[in-house]
């Protein structure tokens, strides 16, 4: 049996929940303007039209939807710079 206190597990998962929550934000922005990089060299194929077929405002596929989810995701990014410039200065 574990001679850790239950509460103290308890925080420990938090902790290993929310540094994991915070890498999962650093890779996002990345990972999407990679995508947006590979739909725009590749091809979309039929996921392109599908996105461009609807009436009304088309930003053109899935190219700007990747560069869209990669800045709207890059306040993650934002905060460990401004976090980093704080230590700096």
């Known amino acids: 049996m574990s001679d850790v206190h239950p509460a103290l597990a308890s925080r420990d ?4 929940a929310s540094h994991l929550a915070r ?3 650093l890779a996002a922005t990345p990972t999407f303007a990679i995508m947006a990089v590979l ?13 461009s077929a609807g009436h009304g405002l088309s930003l ?5 939807m990747y ?11 934002l905060r460990l710079i401004s976090g980093r410039r704080l230590r700096v200065e």
């Open 13 to 16: 998962r938090s902790e290993t």
């Open 67 to 77: 560069l869209l989810m990669s800045a709207f995701h890059s306040a993650a990014w």
């Open 23 to 25: 890498w999962l934000g």
């Open 39 to 51: 739909t725009a060299v590749l091809g979309g194929g039929s996921a392109d039209m599908l996105c």
């Open 60 to 64: 053109g596929g899935m190219v700007p």
